[in-house]
Nanobody, 126 residues
Framework: QVQLVESGGGSVQAGGSLRLSCAAS????????MAWFRQPPGKEREGVAS???????AYADSVKGRFTISRDNVKNTLYLQMNSLKVEDTAIYYC????????????????????WGQGTQVTVSS
């Protein structure tokens, strides 16, 4: 079955960097669309970045220019490089996977993804 395991979260000061990883197993990773979502304290889960199986990427406006999503189809791993972190980036970060087709307008929509990791906490302090 699909298994997604995030790692790399932690505590960092504002302006710092973190790199999240998501190790995937149990499915044909190279054929799946992948994405990172986050859930800030007391708020709903929101899309951060996506990378389709053809490597086309998309980002939420709040992270454009600071975050970079990438994938390694040999290692079956998804990454999120986060630079210039802000206090408002504090959240639990989740990776998600989806097979089949996806409308590009919906690549950051929670409802479009069927499989989720357990999440990793990112805390940014001022």
């Amino acid at each position: 079955q699909v298994q997604l395991v995030e790692s790399g979260g932690g505590s960092v000061q504002a302006g710092g960097s973190l790199r999240l990883s998501c190790a995937a197993s149990g499915f044909a990773f190279n054929l799946y669309h992948m994405a990172w979502f986050r859930q800030p304290p007391g708020k709903e889960r929101e899309g951060v970045a996506s990378i389709q199986r053809d490597s086309i990427t998309a980002y939420a406006d709040s992270v454009k220019g600071r975050f970079t999503i990438s994938r390694d189809n040999v290692k079956n791993t998804l990454y999120l490089q986060m630079n210039s972190l802000k206090v408002e980036d504090t959240a639990i970060y989740y990776c998600a996977a989806r097979g089949g087709e996806i409308f590009r307008a919906l690549v950051l929509s929670v409802d479009e993804y069927s499989d989720w990791g357990q999440g990793t906490q990112v805390t940014v302090s001022s």
